[in-house]
């Protein structure tokens, strides 16, 4: 099966970058890389964007997130696939500071994370999310992925009845209660951290998270997990913004800039095989009946 790697593109980057993790000024950029270690480009304010604080960028997800937001905390936060497509959308956008806040996943795709301005966190485009939130046209494809214990018998065939746990407010939450229907009681976890945590314990036998975000901590696990298949879900990521917002359209247009300009690709390429360690092709693609 071919993988799509990141399918759209945002816009280039912020002209001074600050992350805060609800309270505290960041560290992973500073005056003279307002943007982190991220790459930017296009043309510097072709855009213009409505936020709520004027030459700000009020942004919230759940971090970090290997490959996707690099650090070790909020604050160190310097690079990553979603934090640079976001400079690239602030720098388009003539936007100076990007402040960035921790929040839960599963409040932020209830709408419980409080004023936003948008969001990259990896978030799959469902109609039930469109129901009360805008998003943008998808900007990468991804499958669900299988992490087990390392070295683990774990077959497709043997999926249904183990023990499994997802993370909270996901669509493979939803895809492992209503479709696969195990056998035997769902764990849910808040996080992926403490998913991966639980399977690397022995607690779960497999977890079920998407493949982007499998791939990314299983190889930050130092070999105690690995991802040992995918299921073809066919999920589309977008950005995340508040319902109505008069900011969806002007996104649509840099992310489709983006993508047609291969800045998305070459941050996918970029960050995504260093943090992933392994090619999402040579996955083998379980077929679950």
């Not at 399918?7 to 992350?19: I, P």
């Not at 409040?107 to 469902?126: C, E, H, P, S, V």
């Not at 403490?194 to 696990?221: F, N, P, Y």
């Not at 996104?251 to 992933?276: C, H, P, R």
Request: net charge negative.
């Amino acid at each position: 099966m071919k993988k799509h790697f990141l399918t759209a593109a945002v816009l280039a980057a912020v002209t001074a970058t600050m992350l805060t993790a609800c309270s505290g000024a960041a560290t992973g950029a500073t005056s003279d890389k307002p943007y982190g270690d991220c790459p930017v480009s296009g043309t510097k304010g072709e855009f213009s964007l409505k936020t709520l604080r004027p030459g700000e960028l009020l942004v919230k997800a759940d971090l970090p997130s290997p490959g996707w937001y690099n650090g070790d905390t909020v604050a160190e936060i310097h690079d990553g696939v979603d934090y640079c497509i976001l400079a690239n959308i602030a720098y388009r956008a003539g936007i100076s500071r990007i402040t960035l806040q921790n929040a839960s996943f599963d409040g932020l795709i209830a709408g419980k994370a409080g004023d936003m301005d948008l969001t990259l966190n990896q978030i799959t485009i469902t109609d039930e999310r469109k129901q009360i939130f805008d998003f943008s046209t998808p900007y990468f494809d991804s499958n669900s992925g299988i992490v087990a214990k390392e070295g683990a018998k774990l077959t497709a065939a043997g999926l249904r009845g183990a023990r499994i746990g997802v993370k909270q407010g996901t669509t493979e939450q939803v895809y492992v209660t209503d479709v696969l229907k195990p056998t035997q009681q769902v764990s849910v976890f808040p996080g992926d951290p403490e998913l991966d945590a639980a399977v690397a314990a022995g607690q779960i036998d497999a977890a079920v998270q998407d493949l982007s975000v499998a791939l990314g901590s299983t190889s930050a696990s130092n070999g105690r997990i690995a991802v040992q298949g995918q299921i073809d879900t066919k999920q589309q990521m977008g950005v995340l913004l508040p319902k109505n917002s008069p900011n969806t359209a002007v996104v649509d247009k840099i992310i489709e800039q983006l993508k047609a300009d291969g800045t998305i690709d070459k941050l996918s390429s970029k960050y995504l095989s260093k943090a992933y360690g392994a090619d999402p092709t040579k996955i083998p693609v379980w077929s679950i009946q």
